[in-house]
């Protein structure tokens, strides 16, 4: 299987497919196959883990930290602050706490889960003390647009962002306006969320489409691999899709080796159209 790679700004390369994790830990029952699913994932090459102290309020973490038991070493693990907790007074104990849920004594990746009333530069001499004292390897930012990048690259010591994590989809592509040219040209990653639109109407029209159907069919795959495909197609991009079910997590791993030539992206464009003009920044 094809490992195909992103480069952080400071050389280290990551999988461009990790995984999600978003709800899991929430139903007990569902706990085992969660685990199973995710060990499966970093044993087909989606090593890097996603989570957040949010998602299940800590309860996906300790998922995660069952799931890395005994191949710690071989996961890029990323975490997520809540803006309320990235001030001075909180930072430090909610990383504590994340680090004690996970099992384990340092992130590969500390994450601002979104913008919030905490100034920029408070949090960032924030996670540089969590890197000085090994708690963090290196941090980053989630659904910040592009003012905020520009106003973050302008904060001292905010050049040193590994990555912005953000809603990137074939039905939601207003990113690539200006925020994806802007993270190119600065050669910080875009990490990418709800990869295969989560559910709903646009997941739907993922599925039924007929061009993303005869282009699947070409590659002898299924419309979200396509999707998954597509999403990581600059080399630019690290796709995070959750998948709790192993027939899931193989199909993902495997998109990894999907190709897409010209004419299918142009093909795609036709369907699912690039943005003609800026639009703010899609959140879920
Ligand atoms: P995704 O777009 O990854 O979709 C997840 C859903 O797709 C699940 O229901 C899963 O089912 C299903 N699925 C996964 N793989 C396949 C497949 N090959 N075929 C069919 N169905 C599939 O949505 P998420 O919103 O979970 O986004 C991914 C991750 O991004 C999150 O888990 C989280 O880590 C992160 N995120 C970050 C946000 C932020 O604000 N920073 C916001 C939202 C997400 P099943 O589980 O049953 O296998």
Redesign the pocket.
């Known amino acids: 299987m094809s490992k195909r790679t992103v480069c952080l700004p400071d050389g280290t390369l990551v999988p461009a497919i990790g ?6 830990g929430e139903n007990p029952a569902e706990k085992k196959a ?1 685990i199973a ?1 995710l060990r499966l994932g970093v044993d087909l090459g989606m090593s890097l883990i ?3 102290e ?2 299940g309020e800590g309860k ?1 973490e300790q998922v995660v930290g069952e799931a890395i038991k005994g191949i710690r070493d071989d996961v890029f693990l ?1 975490s ?1 602050v809540y803006p309320h907790n990235a001030g001075k007074d909180r930072l430090f104990s909610s990383c504590e706490q994340s680090l004690k849920r996970l099992g384990t004594d340092h992130l590969d990746l500390y ?1 601002l ?2 913008r919030g009333r905490v100034p920029m530069a408070e949090t960032i001499e924030g996670m540089e003390q969590l890197k000085k004292e090994g708690k963090i390897a290196r941090w980053g930012v ?2 910040f647009d592009t003012d905020d990048m520009k106003e973050l690259l302008n904060t001292p010591g905010g050049g040193n962002c590994a990555t912005n ?3 990137y ?1 074939l039905g939601s592509r207003g990113i690539e306006y200006d925020l994806l040219p802007w993270h190119q040209q600065n050669n910080v990653p875009i ?9 709903g109407s646009l ?1 739907k029209e993922l ?1 039924h489409d007929p061009v993303v159907r005869k282009i699947a069919d070409a590659h002898q795959a ?1 419309p ?2 396509v999707a ?1 495909a597509w999403s990581i197609r600059s080399n630019h991009v690290i ?7 192993e ?6 791993a495997q ?1 990894s080796a999907l190709l897409l030539n010209t004419d299918e992206l142009n093909q795609l464009d036709t369907v699912f159209s690039p943005p003609a003009q800026r639009m703010p920044l899609d ?2």
């Open positions: 995984q999600g994790t978003w709800n899991m969660e699913a996603d989570t957040a949010m998602y996906s990323v997520k994450l889960h979104w989630s659904n994590q953000v809603l989809h990490m990418a969320y709800s990869p295969l639109a989560q559910g997941r599925l299924e979200l691999q998954l796709a995070i899709p959750k998948a709790g079910k027939k899931h997590v193989t199909a993902n998109a959140i879920i």
